[in-house]
């Protein structure tokens, strides 16, 4: 019995223990359940971020002055009413005397002082190879290479608005002009083929221009729509092939 004893306790033994391993399993099966619903529920569910709009505004253009006009010095381009053939196509090179003069700040001077200014202008173009007749490309290199006047430049022109903001910024322009499309009664024989002016203003009918071929030029009044359709740079070909362009001296 002793003997069957020493045999049958240690299977008592056994099955105890493997019953104790079985219980310690079903409950560490529970535990580890448990902690997996408690780490899954731990992570909340993904959200999405609402978009934040960015408000832009426009900006609302300043309107223009009812009116607007520059101080420009004036001058005749044949200041002692000599219309010799160097006074005949001196327009240009007049225009641009008047522009130099209000950029400087300074006065033109006397009529002695005017028509010497614009004779060795024209002489230094003729120098230079210019004809009597330049384009506003042309001018603008005559404009830096005579005065030293080297921020000047041609703008493309689509419609008279553009002149009024142009000029209203501050500068005058320079425009070429089909002369015989600008209803000026002081003009002999219909205006020149080609012609430049400056425009320094304008009020509510048209544009208020240095006008150089009259000595009623200081101030003289275009209406808008014959004075744009009378715009038109130099073409050699056809002054109404001529490009609608101004100069401009400054950042505009």
């Keep these: 019995m002793k003997h069957y004893g020493l045999v049958i306790l240690p299977l008592a033994v056994l099955l105890s223990l493997g019953a104790a391993a079985q219980g310690w399993n079903r409950q560490k099966s529970h535990q580890d359940a448990a902690a997996t619903v408690s780490a899954v529920s731990v992570n909340p569910a993904p959200t999405s971020t609402p978009a934040v709009l960015e408000t832009v505004s426009t900006p609302v253009p300043t309107p223009l002055p009812a009116s607007f006009q520059l101080s420009v010095p004036y001058t005749m381009q ?33 009529p002695e002082q005017a028509d010497q200014e614009i004779t060795d202008l024209v002489h230094w173009e003729e120098q230079h190879g210019y004809g009597p007749s330049i384009t506003l490309a042309q001018l603008n290199q005559v404009a830096a290479g005579y005065y030293g006047l080297t921020h000047g430049r041609v703008v493309a022109l ?29 003009f002999s024989s219909g205006g020149p083929n080609y012609h430049m002016l400056v425009v320094k203003g304008y009020d509510a009918t048209g544009f208020l221009t240095n006008e150089p071929g009259t000595w009623h030029g200081d101030g003289f009044h275009y209406d808008y729509g014959v004075f744009f359709t009378a715009v038109h740079d130099w073409n050699a070909q056809n002054i109404l092939l001529g490009a609608k362009e101004y100069l401009v001296f400054g950042n505009r």
């Design 158 to 186: 689509s419609n008279p608005d553009e002149l009024r903001q142009a000029v209203a910024a501050g500068q005058p322009l320079i425009l070429g002009m089909a002369g015989k499309q600008l209803p000026n009664p002081y």
């Design 78 to 110: 044949a200041p002692f009413n000599k219309w010799d053939p160097l006074h005949e196509d001196a327009c240009e090179e007049t225009s641009l005397v008047m522009v130099r003069h209000f950029l400087t700040g300074t006065p033109i001077g006397t």
